[in-house]
Nanobody, 131 residues
């Protein structure tokens, strides 16, 4: 069964950067759309960004647009989330998830409306933005 492993979280000062990675040891992610979600203490799960596999389409939540960049390296079987200009409100556990039902995210308007399409989830990695 597909297992996702996130890495790259940590403690960073406001304005700093982190790059999260999502890998699937022993499996290929070539035919999955991959999404990043986050959950802060006491808050619900929020869709952050996702990337399709057929056209490289991407989606970003308004809260991270212009600061975060999602990308995938099929040769390394890894999806990345580059997070720049981090804010304290970005503090959360970040999860990657795999969606086999969707090849493109070009027409997506909300990740939360499609969360049921994500069949596989990682364990999460903590991101803390604090001075």
């Amino acid at each position: 069964q597909l297992q996702l492993v996130e890495s790259g979280g940590g403690l960073v000062q406001p304005g700093g950067s982190l790059r999260l990675s999502c890998a699937a040891p022993g499996f290929t992610l070539d035919y999955y759309a991959i999404g990043w979600f986050r959950q802060a203490p006491g808050k619900g799960r929020e869709g952050v960004s996702c990337i399709g596999y057929s056209d490289g389409s991407t989606y970003y939540a308004d809260s991270v647009k212009g600061r975060f960049t999602i990308s995938r390296d099929n040769a390394k079987n890894t999806v990345y989330l580059q997070m720049n200009s981090l804010k304290p409100e970005d503090t959360a556990v970040y999860y990657c998830a795999a969606n086999i039902m969707r090849s493109s995210v070009a027409t997506m308007s909300s990740m939360e409306a499609h969360v049921h399409e994500y069949s596989y989830w990682g364990q999460g990695t903590q991101v803390t933005v604090s001075s």
